[in-house]
């Protein structure tokens, strides 16, 4: 149908802090090529394809839609961890700041990184950009290759059916299709369908 407009949340790619547990927000880190990364792909075609800033957001988008050249949003990043990048739980189980953290998560704030309140109020800069390019375009499918902890935030604010941040669970190769009609969408209503999207291995991979 005409007004029906569809967006796909996507996970970047597993890295190599990603395989040691540790906490990635604005540094970055190299995709597993070993991995599946490079055998990925997916069977939709999007009119518009966004993507964090970050080098792991835009080599996955590369590797998924090799002809959309995306769009880079730098407030679709993940959260700053600030002292913490790099870090592991076992690093850092000593802190009394991160135990801190780990007990509230929305109040605490990581030593030179982001509050969730601030980290919160950057997506929503990043979702308002991105939702203004694909209205004013005319836009019906567009795809955005983000953070774990991007996603979270936005099903929380716009799933069809609420949950808490803590309760979506987003692995790699995997997306959330989100289906609104465009003046719902317009409204920055709730979406009205909400889908799992694996991405799949080539079979010749």
């Known amino acids: 149908m005409d007004d029906i407009v569809a967006i796909t ?13 540790a906490y990635l927000g604005w540094t970055d880190s190299p995709l597993c090529l070993s991995e599946t990364e490079t055998r990925l792909q997916s069977h939709e ?15 996955t988008a590369n ?35 991160y135990q801190n953290w780990l007990k509230d998560p929305f109040l605490v704030k990581p030593p030179q990184g982001e509050s969730f309140s601030e980290f919160s109020k950057r997506v929503n800069t990043g979702w308002e950009l991105a939702i203004t390019r694909v209205l004013e375009g005319g836009v019906k499918k567009a795809a955005i290759i983000t953070h774990g902890g991007v996603i ?10 609420p949950k808490e941040f803590w309760e979506w669970q987003v692995p790699h190769h995997h997306g959330y299709e989100l289906v609104w ?3 719902s969408l317009r409204r920055r209503e709730r979406c009205i369908l909400l889908q799992e999207v694996p991405l799949m291995a080539k079979p010749n991979g």
């Open 63 to 97: 590797i998924l839609f090799p002809s959309n050249r995306a769009v880079p949003i730098r407030q679709l990043r993940e959260m700053n961890f600030g002292q913490w990048e790099g870090k592991t739980f076992a690093n850092l189980k000593n802190e009394a700041v």
């Open 181 to 183: 009609h465009r003046e």
């Open 152 to 161: 979270r935030y936005l099903l929380s604010q716009f799933a069809r059916y």
């Open 45 to 59: 075609e999007y009119d518009l394809v966004f993507s964090s800033d970050l080098g792991r957001c835009l080599e």
């Open 9 to 21: 949340l996507f996970r970047h790619g597993l890295t190599e802090a990603n395989k040691r547990h």
